[in-house]
C-alpha cells in the first residue's frame, strides 16, 4: 500500500460578502487529493481536503516541501503496524522533518490540509465515515447521530436594509437551525446596536444569537463594544480584538461576563494553551474555534483537546471553525459543543452533504466512507477532477 500522488489546485470561492475588516474577493483555497494505489470499485481510494475559507490557498509550501517529502519517503514507513492503512502520525512526522520551531502558520496551513486528506483516506480504506473513525480513536467510540450547528450568517453586504437581515435570520430558523451568528463592528456601534436588536427580534433571546467581530477592534471600541452588547445575555462575543492580543482578551474577560470566542486564527497547540493561560479564558465559559485543516490537522486538534482537557476545558466548548463537512466531522467524532454552517454562502466550499437535514438546530451525518465529501455534488466534481478519477 502507497501514495502515489498527492496533487493540489487553487481554487477561487468567488464571494462578494465581507466582514467588518475585509471581504471575499480575491480570496482561494488549495483543493487537495491523495492518490492511493488502494483499488476499491474498479477506482483508487483519494483522500480530499481544502484548507476552509477566510485564508488563501498554500499550494507553493505544498509543492515545494511537503508533498516532495511524503512522496521520497519510502511507503512501508508510513503505513500503521499492520501495515493495512496509512499511519497518519508518521506521514505528519514526515512532513515536519526538517522544519524550525515556531512560525506555525506559514505551514500549518498546508500540512492541515494535506493530513485532513489523509485522514479521508485512512477513513476510506477503512470503509467508515470519518466521524466513526475519529469516535472510536478519540472518544471512546461514541459517536453521534446528529450534531448542533449554528449558522454564522449577518454578513455585510451593499445595500443590505435591516429587513433584508430580519428575513436572511428567518430563512435560518425555517431550515431548522436554532442559533444564528451575525457580523459586527462593520458599521458605527449604534448602527451595529439596531441590526443586533432587529435580529434579537427574530431569534427571540441572546442565548441563540453570537456575534463575530472578525478582530476589527483595538482596546477603546473592544471594551466599548463589550460593555454596550453584556446587557443582550449573547451566546457569545466572537474575535473582538487581534487573535494574539491575550493582554486585551484578558482585560476584556474582567468586564464581559458573557462567553467569548476565538481561536479561527490560531495555527498550533501552544498558541491555544497561551490563550487559556493569558487571555483570560475561562473554562466552563468560554468558547474556543480552531479551524483543524489551518491548524496541523486532526491529529494536532487531539493534540489540542488533551492540553485544554489539562486546564479543565470541556470538549462542549470547541465549535471547530470551517462552516464544512470536515469540521462536522471533527465536531461529531471528537464530540465537541458542534459545527457552524454558512449555508449558501462560500459557493462550493461551504456547506455539508447534499443530503443532510437539518432539524431542531442539529444536523445529520452521514454514512459516506471517509470525510463524505462525495455527497456534495459540486464540490466533489472539483475533486474527482483534480484526482482525475
Ligand atoms: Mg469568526
Known amino acids: 500500500m502507497r501514495i502515489v500522488?498527492?496533487?493540489?489546485?487553487?481554487?477561487?470561492?468567488?464571494?462578494?460578502?465581507?466582514?467588518?475588516?475585509?471581504?471575499f474577493t480575491e480570496m482561494t483555497t488549495s483543493v487537495v487529493a491523495v492518490i492511493t494505489d488502494v483499488i476499491r470499485n474498479g477506482k483508487p481510494i483519494c483522500g480530499f481536503a481544502f484548507n476552509s475559507t477566510g485564508r488563501y490557498a498554500c499550494g507553493a509550501q505544498m509543492r515545494a516541501r511537503f508533498i516532495p517529502r511524503i512522496l521520497a519517503a519510502d511507503p512501508a514507513t508510513l503505513l500503521d503496524e499492520r501495515g493495512s492503512n496509512l499511519d497518519q502520525g508518521k506521514i505528519f512526522t514526515c512532513m515536519m522533518r526538517r522544519e524550525k520551531a515556531g512560525g506555525h502558520s506559514e505551514r500549518s496551513i498546508a500540512i492541515g490540509t494535506i493530513e485532513v486528506a489523509i485522514w479521508d483516506a485512512v477513513a476510506k480504506i477503512a470503509d467508515k465515515p470519518l466521524h466513526t473513525l475519529l469516535a472510536e480513536r478519540f472518544n471512546g467510540g461514541k459517536a453521534p447521530a446528529k450534531v448542533f450547528c449554528y449558522v454564522g450568517g449577518g454578513w455585510?453586504?451593499?445595500?443590505?436594509?435591516?429587513?433584508?437581515?430580519?428575513?436572511?435570520?428567518?430563512?435560518?430558523l425555517g431550515a431548522g437551525y436554532a442559533m444564528v451568528k451575525m457580523k459586527v463592528g462593520g458599521l458605527p456601534l449604534e448602527e451595529d446596536l439596531r441590526r443586533l436588536e432587529a435580529v434579537l427580534e427574530v431569534v427571540g433571546s441572546g442565548d441563540?444569537?453570537?456575534?463575530?467581530?472578525?478582530?476589527?477592534?483595538?482596546?477603546?471600541?473592544?471594551?466599548?463594544?463589550?460593555?454596550?452588547?453584556?446587557?443582550?445575555?449573547?451566546?457569545?462575543?466572537?474575535?473582538?480584538c487581534d487573535p494574539l492580543d491575550f493582554g486585551l482578551f484578558a482585560d476584556l474577560a474582567e468586564v464581559y461576563d458573557q462567553p467569548l470566542a476565538t481561536g479561527e486564527n490560531l495555527y498550533s497547540t501552544q498558541d491555544v494553551e497561551n490563550l487559556v493561560r493569558f487571555g483570560g479564558f475561562r473554562a466552563?465559559?468560554?468558547?474556543?474555534?480552531?479551524?483543524?485543516?489551518?491548524?496541523?490537522?486532526?491529529?494536532?486538534?487531539?493534540?489540542?483537546?488533551?492540553m485544554l482537557a489539562g486546564h479543565g476545558w470541556p470538549r462542549g466548548a470547541l465549535f471547530p471553525h470551517g462552516g464544512n463537512q470536515?469540521?462536522?466531522?471533527?465536531?461529531?467524532?471528537?464530540?465537541?459543543?458542534?459545527?457552524?454552517?454558512?449555508?449558501?454562502?462560500?459557493?462550493?466550499?461551504?456547506?455539508?452533504?447534499?443530503?443532510?437535514?437539518?432539524?431542531?438546530?442539529?444536523i445529520s451525518l452521514s454514512n459516506r466512507p471517509g470525510i463524505g465529501f462525495e455527497g456534495q455534488a459540486r464540490l466533489y466534481r472539483i475533486m474527482r477532477e483534480l484526482a482525475g478519477i
Open 5 to 23: 500522488d498527492i496533487r493540489e489546485t487553487a481554487i477561487p470561492l468567488k464571494s462578494t460578502l465581507a466582514n467588518s475588516s475585509f471581504d
Open 156 to 172: 455585510y453586504w451593499p445595500g443590505q436594509t435591516i429587513q433584508d437581515l430580519q428575513d436572511e435570520m428567518r430563512r435560518h
Open 208 to 240: 441563540r444569537l453570537a456575534v463575530d467581530a472578525n478582530c476589527k477592534f483595538g482596546r477603546e471600541d473592544a471594551l466599548r463594544y463589550a460593555k454596550a452588547l453584556a446587557p443582550f445575555k449573547l451566546r457569545w462575543f466572537e474575535e473582538p
Open 284 to 306: 466552563g465559559r468560554d468558547v474556543i474555534q480552531v479551524d483543524p485543516p489551518q491548524a496541523y490537522g486532526i491529529g494536532q486538534y487531539a493534540r489540542t483537546i488533551d
Open 326 to 362: 470536515m469540521s462536522l466531522a471533527i465536531a461529531a467524532g471528537f464530540g465537541l459543543g458542534g459545527a457552524e454552517s454558512y449555508p449558501g454562502v462560500f459557493g462550493d466550499f461551504g456547506g455539508f452533504a447534499d443530503d443532510a437535514r437539518i432539524e431542531g438546530g442539529t
